[in-house]
């Protein structure tokens, strides 16, 4: 089976403090994701990855970074925290196009408190 | 642009009911329709998916079919369970610009009591 971790399943952090949340797949996916979901909101993507070092905007890229240096590892970064930050961050990977038929694998969640 | 308009929730039903969750989109191209879902602290699991009109989807009891002819995609179940209280999400993936953009509606939570 795909696994999905993601480094942190509860994080606070502080106003203006610079985050990274991080993960990582085990099954030699290409594509990799970030959504945010929220209440009433559902999932939100970021940004997404199609390959190494590539990097695409999503529907609500600002005040977000990724970074992906490793076919398996996929970063989100804060650059400078905010409260409307605070939110739950679901990572994904899939096998094909941004999911084509087969769906896409997702890991536990972050959920992250900005105070 | 492609959307995905779930019913709202939360849905109670007793166990053994029937469960019908209601899904229509809209998108420019040909999606691919899922369904997933997400327990209470974990992330989203695919439960189900069909790819072209008149496919059926079927999973853990659950099943929805692709219906073109008016863009919908339900999710039904013909006895459910407390195990099955989680949140739902339906969602399509289409071609749009060159790659595959996945639209998740905004989930419907459901509530199973005994």
């Known amino acids: 089976d795909v696994k999905v971790t993601q480094s942190s399943r509860y994080l606070v952090k502080r106003t203006g403090e610079k985050v990274f949340l991080e993960c990582v797949q085990d099954?030699?996916?290409?594509?990799m994701f970030w959504y945010r979901q929220d209440p009433g909101l559902g999932l939100r993507l970021i940004y997404f990855?199609?390959?190494?070092?590539?990097?695409e905007k999503g529907d609500i890229p600002e005040g977000y970074s990724v970074s992906r240096e490793k076919k398996e590892r996929f970063s989100l970064i804060l650059e400078s925290a905010s409260t409307n930050q605070t939110s739950m961050y679901l990572c994904?990977?899939?096998?094909?196009?941004?999911?084509?038929?087969?769906?896409?694998?997702f890991g536990p969640g972050t959920r992250l408190t900005v105070t | 642009g492609d959307s995905v308009t779930q019913m709202e929730g939360p849905v109670t039903l007793s166990e053994e009911a029937f469960l019908t969750i209601n899904c229509t989109y809209t998108?420019?191209?040909?999606?691919?329709l899922f369904w997933y879902v997400q327990y209470p602290g974990e992330g989203l699991q695919l439960l189900l998916k069909?790819?072209?009109?008149?496919d059926k989807g079927s999973n853990k009891g659950f099943e929805a079919t692709y219906r073109k002819e008016t863009t919908s995609f339900h999710l039904e179940k013909g006895s459910v369970q407390v195990s099955d209280s989680a949140v739902y999400f339906c969602?399509?993936?289409?071609?749009?610009?060159?790659?595959?953009?996945?639209?998740f509606g905004t989930g419907t939570k459901l509530q199973v009591i005994p």
């Open positions: 069909a790819t072209k009109a008149d």
């Open positions: 099954m030699d996916h290409e594509n």
């Open positions: 969602a399509l993936s289409d071609a749009n610009g060159g790659y595959q953009k996945v639209t």
């Open positions: 990855s199609y390959d190494v070092k590539m990097k």
């Open positions: 998108a420019t191209g040909y999606p691919s």
């Open positions: 994904a990977s899939s096998l094909d196009g941004a999911s084509g038929g087969q769906g896409q694998y």
